[in-house]
């Protein structure tokens, strides 16, 4: 899950217990990080889907805390800035979808997003799909 701080510094974090939850929508259960923080202020944030080939990065992700480090910089990863949504686009990750929040509840954790747009690297595509054998 990638977001931005109030400063314009992209953050990720390794989200486990997500799924999709209605046609274009996506929800997360989340403890309070500072990805949830961001959230709340940019209304925005992507999820990448990872790989075998990215599965160092993702692990490191999900280990490390955004408040102590910067860790798009420390795992040297690229980013660029979705065209969709304020939050980064991971260039390691072959699959990205953007995101708009429409709600998250600090109490329950539940964040919700629209998914207003995605990206797939062709090394992933069949006849212009996602195919998730080679995902």
Known sequence: MGTYDEKGVPNAMNA?????????EITFFLAKHKTTDNIKHTKAFTVAFATKDTVDIADY?????????????????????????NAPIIEEFPVT?????????????????????????????????IDYDKL
């Open 61 to 85: 992700f999900g280990v490390e805390t955004g408040n102590d480090v910067n860790k798009i910089e420390k795992a040297g990863c690229h980013v660029h800035k979705s065209r969709h949504v």
């Open 16 to 24: 486990a217990w997500g799924a999709q939850s209605d046609y274009g």
């Open 97 to 129: 979808l953007e995101c708009e929040c429409t709600s998250y509840d600090d109490n329950t954790g539940i964040l919700v997003g629209k998914i207003v747009a995605q990206q797939a690297d062709e090394s992933v595509l069949t006849d212009g799909k």
